[in-house]
Nanobody, 114 residues
Framework: QVQLVESGGGLVQAGGSLRLSCVGS????????VSWYRQAPEKQREVVAS???????TYADSVKGRFTISRDNAKNTVYLQMNSLKSEDTAVYYC????????WGPGTQVTVSS
């Protein structure tokens, strides 16, 4: 089966950094646009960053200048480098392919303390 697995979340103080990883099977990451999403309790899931197969990137205004999405095709991995973290970044983070949404797994929890 084809899947995406997120990792790298954790507890960090405001102003700190984390790097999330999204590892795909079957070369999913290199072929498709991949997006990072997040969902806080009682909030709607939102997209925070996307990267196309050609390398184009987009960011939500709330994370622009702080987060960087990138990919390593050799590792079948998309990364989300998160700097200058704020308490409002606290959420479960997921990756997915927006055109062909796959089942949502457990994601990876990011908790920013202040």
């Amino acid at each position: 089966q084809v899947q995406l697995v997120e990792s790298g979340g954790g507890l960090v103080q405001a102003g700190g950094s984390l790097r999330l990883s999204c590892v795909g099977s079957g070369r999913i990451v290199s072929i498709n646009t991949v997006s990072w999403y997040r969902q806080a309790p009682e909030k709607q899931r939102e997209v925070v960053a996307s990267i196309t197969s050609g390398g184009g990137t987009t960011y939500a205004d709330s994370v622009k200048g702080r987060f960087t999405i990138s990919r390593d095709n050799a590792k079948n991995t998309v990364y989300l480098q998160m700097n200058s973290l704020k308490s409002e970044d606290t959420a479960v983070y997921y990756c997915n392919t927006p055109r062909y949404i796959r089942s949502w797994g457990p994601g990876t929890q990011v908790t920013v303390s202040s």
